[in-house]
């Protein structure tokens, strides 16, 4: 794993030491931030399930003003401190480690975040669906900036709805589907 453009360039990220993240391949990374690149400058960000960083940790080498990580693996959030610490970003990353739908569902946080990654595990779709539509409610609600995108990785085998979020793109790669959704235009 490792940053694949911007001012960390070429900078390698610990892996994950569990079985409890995929990591995305540089591949898939580099398309997606094909895509993301005009989003980027001054971006404030959510990688929620965020494993180790790697999507969170790029938008920051890609000129992010700042990134909030999402992670509640105890082991995936301490390699995520430890990359963070790496790159020297302390001053624009916050990790938050307890129960991310608790986090965004409390009325008195409200953000502004312009990109938002969603990349829980796969079988949350399958399990939890009801829960990811509450969070897509939650972000767009009190989290989102208006003309803000979430991007939702998950296995190509299922998909979900997640209003009032509206699909704008969706890429397949083998088994893994991207889709990058926005928020409704405002009337």
Same mark, same amino acid.
């Given at each position: 794993m490792r940053i694949i453009a911007g001012e960390f360039r070429g900078r390698k990220l610990l892996p994950p030491d569990t079985g409890a993240t995929r990591p995305v391949t540089d591949r898939v990374k580099q398309s997606v931030f094909d895509i993301l690149t005009p989003l980027l400058d001054g971006a404030v960000v959510y990688d929620c399930f965020a494993g180790t960083g790697s999507m969170?940790?790029?938008?920051?080498?890609?000129?992010?003003?700042? *990134?909030? !990580? !999402?992670? @509640?693996? /105890?082991?995936? @959030?301490? /390699?995520?401190?430890?990359?963070?610490?790496?790159?020297? *970003? &302390? &001053? /624009?990353?916050? *990790? *938050?480690?307890?129960?991310? !739908? $608790?986090?965004? @569902? &409390?009325?008195? /946080? $409200?953000? @502004?975040?312009?990109?938002? !990654?969603?990349? %829980? %595990?796969?079988?949350f779709l399958r399990e939890r669906p009801a829960d990811l539509r509450s969070l897509a409610a939650d972000l767009a609600a009190r989290h989102l900036a208006p003309g803000a995108t979430l991007v939702f990785r998950h296995d190509a085998a299922d998909a979900l709805d997640l209003p009032p979020l509206i699909q704008a793109d969706v890429r397949d790669y083998g088994s893994m589907t991207v889709e990058f959704l926005s928020t409704p235009q405002q009337a």
């Open positions: 969170g940790l790029e938008c920051l080498s890609r000129g992010a003003s700042r *990134v909030t !990580f !999402f992670e @509640a693996d /105890r082991s995936a @959030a301490g /390699r995520l401190k430890q990359n963070i610490t790496t790159l020297k *970003v &302390d &001053d /624009r990353a916050t *990790v *938050v480690s307890g129960d991310l !739908f $608790r986090w965004l @569902a &409390d009325p008195a /946080r $409200r953000d @502004a975040a312009t990109l938002v !990654f969603l990349d %829980p %595990p796969y079988r």
